[in-house]
């Protein structure tokens, strides 16, 4: 049987809302999400989740809180997240650490029509009145901090409604340029950057750095969100907020050493032998000669409607389209990485139910996640899918301990101190609240014309996300450690595989294992040629008459 956590997970992904009312279990779906399966699971385990999910007193649907709110020292110094001292450090001289010298950071260009910024202006200046970490700081000794008072944000404005569409894509650069891999001082206010560029035609390009030292992708949406209530009505009739950042924080502290964390610690450590190096891809160079690495984007999406199919697919096999994603992007992977068994980093967007007004807080609530992927087994798609989520689920069962933590034993052990250890990162923001409502813009302000993300010590970071409907994925990846070609091959071929996963009805209980071709010798020969020949393998296998590529030996080539 799957943690309760999982199900849970499962149910989000889905859209599916469950909560406890007069001491029933309730569920709010789209039509036909809620299958005739997890209907039966939700009665198996209705005890279960009504334990979980807490009984509120009758006519009230808000969570028990296992948090008190302390605004009385909601200034005083806390302590980093584990993930935000990773952050924090990988921030430093590259020369002390592989692929430092970078922010964990979002930077995206937005372009709408007739924005008024002064609104606009006042709207964000809202914000950062009502949420603390708007206006936190790090101190040098590795303590958060959030400013009692701050001066008016202003929104540096540049006028070029007049110029010329050299001058205009001039202007536009230099402000990537300058924002795309921004590393604010840590210790100043503010760690975010908001710029306005007018255009010809009532046009606006809004240029938005976040440094995700205290922002997560939920945290991004639910300003985007709130932004745009205040801008559309020129009033402050968000509900007030009695939660912090800080609260949470402290209230999670302590979670290792509770039983729970005591199970925890034993199986993270009871599996740190068995554990594998990440990918072994090859590399144009090594890390620790790259500097300070610049990254670059590559983005994908799949329609609403062959996205539906394939999430309907996953959904019949038993998989969460986050499982079906990482597990093709590890059989990608698989393909030039001189090992079958790997570990891929995933990022976990890991708000506890512990008030009711978690997931109005803004902060950076990520943890990491350690997962093991084995590419040998004799198994079809599904089947190893199905695997990797088994040992997701159980991984997510012991989370009282994070991936950051166990990092940090594996480099004690291994001797990868200051090493990129684990550089290959899977983000899925599927389920996350707002991003799946086909009625709302991911942003309401305008079309996202230009993103890039970086953290520091990663190699590869795929994010994957629904808007309106459809899939959106995007790799940020160092571009210069690897080989010329190399990335736009892999990426290619991920789009490939996840375009013949939806071709049709049935797709993915027919697709067989891909076998890895031999390893590459040291040091490896063509890694470009080798990676061009896999993606028209895929692609030659995708038209075959059936619509269905079976990945089978690349070497039949």
Same mark, same amino acid.
């Given at each position: 049987? %799957?943690p309760?956590?999982?199900l849970?997970?499962?149910?989000g992904?889905?859209d599916?809302r469950?909560? !406890?009312e007069?001491?029933?279990l %309730?569920f709010?779906?789209?039509?036909g999400?809620?299958t005739?399966?997890l ?10 989740l009504?334990?979980?999910? $807490?009984t509120p007193p009758?006519?009230?649907?808000a969570?028990?809180?296992? =948090?008190?709110p302390?605004?009385a020292?909601a200034?005083d110094?806390f302590?980093l997240?584990n993930?935000?001292r990773a952050?924090? =450090?990988?921030?430093?001289d590259p ?5 430092g /010298?970078v ?5 995206f260009?937005?372009e709408?029509e007739?924005?008024?910024l002064?609104?606009?202006e006042?709207a964000w200046?809202?914000?950062v ?8 700081v790090?101190?040098?000794? /590795? ?11 202003r =929104? ?5 409604t ?9 202007h ?6 300058d924002?795309s891999?921004? !590393?604010a001082?840590?210790? *100043? ?7 306005a560029?007018?255009?010809p ?6 240029? &938005?750095?976040?440094?995700g030292l ?6 991004i949406l639910l300003?985007?969100?709130?932004? #745009?209530?205040?801008y ?19 209230a999670?502290?302590? *979670? ?5 964390g005591?199970?925890?610690?034993a199986?993270w ?6 554990l594998?190096a ?12 790259i500097?300070i ?5 590559? *983005?994908f999406?799949?329609?609403r409607? %062959?996205?539906g ?7 019949e096999? $038993?998989?969460?389209?986050s ?17 079958p068994k790997?570990t891929?980093?995933?990022s976990?967007?890991?708000r506890?139910p512990?008030?009711?007004e978690?997931d109005?807080v803004? $902060?950076?609530?990520t943890t990491l996640s ?7 087994a004799?198994d ?8 990797v989520q ?6 997510m069962?012991?989370?009282a ?7 940090? #034993?594996?480099a004690?052990?291994?001797?990868? =101190? ?5 550089p290959v &990162?899977f983000?899925?923001a599927?389920?996350?609240d707002?991003v799946e409502?086909g009625? %709302?813009d ?7 014309v230009h993103?890039?993300s ?6 590869l ?5 629904e808007?309106?409907? *459809?899939?959106?994925?995007?790799w940020?990846?160092a571009?210069?450690a690897?080989?010329?070609?190399m ?10 595989l996840?375009?013949?996963l939806a071709?049709e009805?049935?797709?993915?209980g027919r ?6 071709p031999p390893?590459?010798p040291?040091p490896p020969?063509?890694p470009?040629?080798?990676?061009l020949?896999q993606?028209e393998f895929?692609?030659r296998?995708?038209?075959k008459p059936?619509? !269905?590529?079976?990945l089978?030996a690349?070497?039949e080539?």
């Amino acid at each position: 049987m %799957r943690p309760v956590d999982a199900l849970l997970a499962d149910l989000g992904s889905r859209d599916i809302r469950l909560w !406890v009312e007069d001491g029933r279990l %309730r569920f709010n779906a789209p039509e036909g999400a809620m299958t005739a399966d997890l209907r039966q699971e939700l009665t198996r385990r209705k005890g279960e989740l009504v334990d979980l999910l $807490g009984t509120p007193p009758a006519g009230e649907k808000a969570p028990a809180t296992a =948090i008190a709110p302390d605004p009385a020292h909601a200034g005083d110094p806390f302590p980093l997240t584990n993930l935000q001292r990773a952050y924090w =450090i990988g921030r430093s001289d590259p020369d002390s650490f592989e692929l430092g /010298g970078v922010s964990a950071h979002v930077y995206f260009e937005l372009e709408g029509e007739k924005l008024d910024l002064a609104r606009l202006e006042w709207a964000w200046n809202t914000l950062v009145k009502r949420h603390g970490m708007l206006r936190a700081v790090v101190d040098a000794d /590795g303590m958060q901090r959030v400013l009692a008072e701050v001066p008016p944000y202003r =929104i540096d404005t540049a006028d070029l409604t007049a110029a010329g569409a050299e001058a205009i894509a001039a202007h536009v650069d230099s402000a990537r340029a300058d924002l795309s891999h921004y !590393v604010a001082p840590a210790d *100043a206010w503010p760690l975010f950057v908001i710029r306005a560029t007018r255009l010809p035609r009532d046009r606006v390009r809004l240029h &938005v750095s976040f440094d995700g030292l205290v922002f997560d992708a939920s945290s991004i949406l639910l300003l985007a969100r709130e932004a #745009w209530t205040l801008y559309s009505s020129g009033r402050d009739d968000l509900p007030p907020l009695s939660l912090g950042f800080r609260d949470y924080v402290l209230a999670v502290a302590g *979670a290792e050493e509770s039983e729970e964390g005591r199970r925890a610690r034993a199986y993270w450590e009871d599996r740190l032998d068995g554990l594998p190096a990440a990918p072994d891809l090859p590399l144009a160079k090594p890390l620790s000669t790259i500097g300070i690495p610049r990254f670059s984007r590559r *983005a994908f999406r799949l329609d609403r409607d %062959r996205w539906g199919a394939l999430k309907a697919q996953a959904r019949e096999a $038993g998989l969460t389209p986050s499982a079906l994603l990482v597990s093709g992007f590890a059989d990608i992977v698989a393909l030039w990485a001189r090992e079958p068994k790997f570990t891929i980093n995933l990022s976990l967007f890991n708000r506890l139910p512990l008030h009711p007004e978690v997931d109005s807080v803004v $902060g950076d609530f990520t943890t990491l996640s350690l997962l093991e992927i084995d590419t040998t087994a004799e198994d079809g798609f599904v089947e190893r899918a199905r695997a990797v989520q088994s040992r997701l689920w159980q991984d997510m069962d012991h989370r009282a301990v994070d991936g950051v933590e166990v990092l940090g #034993w594996l480099a004690r052990r291994r001797g990868w =101190i200051g090493r990129a250890a684990m550089p290959v &990162v899977f983000t899925s923001a599927l389920g996350l609240d707002g991003v799946e409502d086909g009625e %709302r813009d991911l942003n309401p302000f305008g079309k996202v014309v230009h993103g890039i993300s970086q953290t520091p010590q990663v190699l590869l970071d795929v994010l994957a996300i629904e808007h309106q409907g *459809a899939l959106h994925y995007a790799w940020d990846a160092a571009e210069d450690a690897f080989p010329e070609g190399m990335l736009d091959s892999m990426f290619d071929a991920y789009g490939e595989l996840v375009e013949a996963l939806a071709s049709e009805k049935g797709a993915l209980g027919r697709f067989a294992r891909p076998v890895l071709p031999p390893p590459a010798p040291e040091p490896p020969v063509s890694p470009v040629s080798d990676g061009l020949l896999q993606t028209e393998f895929l692609r030659r296998a995708a038209e075959k008459p059936n619509g !269905v590529a079976l990945l089978t030996a690349a070497r039949e080539f």
